[in-house]
Structures are given as structure tokens and as C-alpha cells.
């Protein structure tokens, strides 16, 4: 795969920093430039797709993501890499601390149980939106027209929307029971009412992100869009 354009490599510079997208070309970005995809995340990171020698893929003209969008995927990416870290000392020091020393580290299973592994997890769905990462079935929107795919697409994005506000909704309800209740973790005296807000916050945030999602759908025409707009689109 090789990344090509038909304006000069001045001018792609400008086009990126006016924030809009390269359109798809001939002709290398010039003999010092890096090949490949990674020449257009480097120079045009905003770029939507790239070009493929093998018939596949395209630029497409449009504007940078919202900066909220960006802002979101930095978060949630921070954050999550932020708690496996955690855990993964958390673990190790608990194993090191029983095998060297007869003595582990106290709450670690509630900690695990009851605080990471629901933040990883529950991170990680509008991560998967976000990066285009999520499970999509295309067996009947792959055979219709343009038109059609839009639509029902779109209406999918809806249909998430309504959902997930759903899930907002009763996560938030259930999070302000475990408060006035002051949950703990079992028979542990390990307070986890604050981890269950962090249901309705995801689930916000994933409705809002499915709103932008069925946006994007309407406006590019396009049943698959990139909410980034920086990866490569399927040949």
C-alpha cells in the first residue's frame, strides 16, 4: 500500500492544518517523505482513508472530528490504561507479597472484582465504537444500495441512543440506591457504591457518541463511518 497525492506536499500541510482532509491522488508525497499509511497518519493524521495500489480505498474530503470526540477517545484510552496498569501491580505485588512473604495483599479479589475489571470493561464499549473495534453485522446492509444501508444504519445508530440512554437512566438509579445504602463488596468492609456511577457516565457518553454516530452516517452518506476519521477504510 502506498499513500499518494496529486497536490503538492505544501499544500497538504496547509489542508491539515485548515483541519481539512486530503483528497486521493497520484504522485508520492515527495522523495524524503515516509511510505506507506504511516506517511498519511504522520502528514495528514486526520485523513479518512488512504489509498491502495490494489484498486481498494480512497481519500475522502471532510472535516476534523469534534474536539469533544477527540477529548473522549483520549480520555477513555488514558483512563483505562491508567487502571490495567494498576492492576497489573496490584496482582504482581499481591503474588510477590504471598509467595516471598506469606502474607497478601488484603481485599485484592473485591479490588479486582469490584473496581477494575468493571471500569476496564464497561471503558471499553465506546472504545470499541469509537475505533471501529465493536462487532458490526453487515450480512443484509452489505447487499443493499447506498441509500438503503444509510438508512438502516442510521436507524441502528437511533435504536443505540435510545438504549443506551436507557441503560443511563436505570445505572443511574441503581448507583444512587448503592449510595444511600453505602454498598460494600460482600462480607468486606470495601465501600463500592461509587464504582456503579461509573453505569450511567459510559452509557452517556455512549449515547451521545451514537447520536454523532447516525450524524455522521446521514451526512457523509456512508453506513460505516470513521467518528475518528483516521483510520484506513476496507478495500
Not at 78 to 93: G, I, P
Not at 105 to 130: D, F, R
Request: aromatic share 10%; proline share 6%; with cysteine.
Amino acid at each position: 500500500m502506498s499513500v499518494k497525492n496529486r497536490v503538492p506536499f505544501i499544500n497538504v500541510r496547509l489542508l491539515w492544518r485548515a483541519g481539512v482532509l486530503v483528497p486521493g491522488v497520484a504522485g508520492e508525497f515527495g522523495p524524503d517523505a515516509p511510505q506507506g499509511f504511516e506517511a498519511a497518519r504522520l502528514w495528514a493524521p486526520h485523513t479518512a482513508h488512504c489509498v491502495d495500489d490494489d484498486g481498494g480505498g480512497e481519500w475522502r474530503m471532510g472535516m476534523k472530528p469534534p474536539a469533544a470526540v477527540r477529548s473522549i477517545d483520549r480520555a477513555i484510552n488514558s483512563v483505562t490504561a491508567v487502571v490495567v496498569v494498576a492492576m497489573m501491580v496490584h496482582v504482581t505485588v499481591h503474588a510477590l507479597s504471598r509467595f516471598l512473604f506469606q502474607a497478601p495483599l488484603p481485599v485484592t479479589n473485591e479490588l479486582i472484582e469490584y473496581m477494575y475489571m468493571p471500569i476496564v470493561a464497561l471503558l471499553g464499549i465506546p472504545s470499541a465504537l469509537l475505533q471501529r473495534e465493536h462487532i458490526v453485522a453487515t450480512l443484509f446492509t452489505e447487499r443493499m444500495t447506498v441509500a438503503n444501508a444509510v438508512f438502516f444504519r442510521a436507524l441502528g445508530a437511533v435504536i443505540g441512543v435510545v438504549v443506551s440512554a436507557a441503560w443511563a437512566f436505570f445505572g443511574a438509579r441503581e448507583a444512587t440506591h448503592n449510595m444511600e445504602i453505602q454498598a460494600v463488596a460482600g462480607i468486606s468492609a470495601v465501600t463500592i457504591w461509587p464504582i456503579y456511577f461509573i453505569v450511567p457516565i459510559v452509557f452517556t457518553i455512549l449515547a451521545a457518541l451514537y447520536a454523532y454516530n447516525a450524524v455522521m452516517i446521514i451526512r457523509n452518506n456512508e453506513p460505516d463511518p470513521d467518528l475518528l476519521l483516521e483510520k484506513a477504510a476496507e478495500s
